[in-house]
């Protein structure tokens, strides 16, 4: 049974298209961002990590790293952004890998959802790998409506992307999402019947 790599860019309906394809074709997953979510609320040594590195103003009244603290310091400076990663990365990594190492084991299906899939190379690990695309100016349009994120803020987290288009040529599944929630149901029904042929 097949591990099945979901990616794309930010703001491209990935999480939507992923709740989707798992209303078709109930399997595993593995979501990322949840995985960084609770790393840094639970994570003693992570936090430690982002501590020692950025200090402690990224942290909330908790005591605990705060996301938009972050965001704020590493879409302005490439340098830090890759020390976060160098911290969060392999933690995440390890996460998914095992279930992916078990999902093998077990001979059930598992998707995972990895928005930096192709920016770490991750790809040779997966049977399949769907890329969530949008146009740009959709993904910003929904960052700054949706997010409130300020449209200068916008433009340098798609930047620090691995090209969409290019993450398009490498997949072997493209999901489009410009469109409407029920356009998007329907690519994930077609998609879900054509796993089930092949892997049956």
């Known amino acids: 049974m097949p591990v099945i790599g979901l990616t794309g860019g930010i703001a491209t309906g990935k999480s939507t298209f992923a709740s989707a394809l798992l209303r078709e074709l109930p399997m595993g997953h593995f979501d990322s961002d949840r995985c960084v979510h609770d790393l840094l609320a639970a994570d003693n040594q992570i936090r430690d990590s982002i501590v020692a590195a950025f200090g402690p103003s990224v942290c909330d009244q908790a005591g605990r790293p705060e996301r938009t603290a972050l965001r704020n310091i590493i879409f302005n400076d490439e340098k830090r952004r890759r020390t976060l990663e160098s911290i969060l990365h392999p933690a995440v990594h390890a996460q998914w890998k095992a279930l992916a190492e078990e999902a093998r084991r077990r001979e059930t299906w598992l998707l995972v959802d990895i928005p930096l899939l192709y920016e770490t190379q991750a790809e040779g690990e997966f049977d399949r790998v769907i890329v969530v695309a949008s146009s740009k100016k959709t993904q910003i349009e929904r960052l700054t409506?949706?997010?409130?994120?300020?449209?200068?803020?916008?433009?340098?987290?798609?930047?620090?992307?691995?090209?969409l288009e290019a993450k398009t040529q490498k997949a072997e599944h493209v999901i489009w999402n410009d469109s409407t929630r029920r356009n998007?149901?329907?690519?994930?029904?077609?998609?879900?019947?054509?796993?089930?042929?092949r892997f049956s």
């Open 145 to 163: 409506q949706e997010r409130r994120l300020a449209p200068e803020l916008a433009e340098k987290i798609i930047a620090s992307q691995f090209d």
């Open 184 to 197: 998007l149901d329907g690519q994930a029904r077609l998609l879900a019947d054509w796993l089930r042929v």
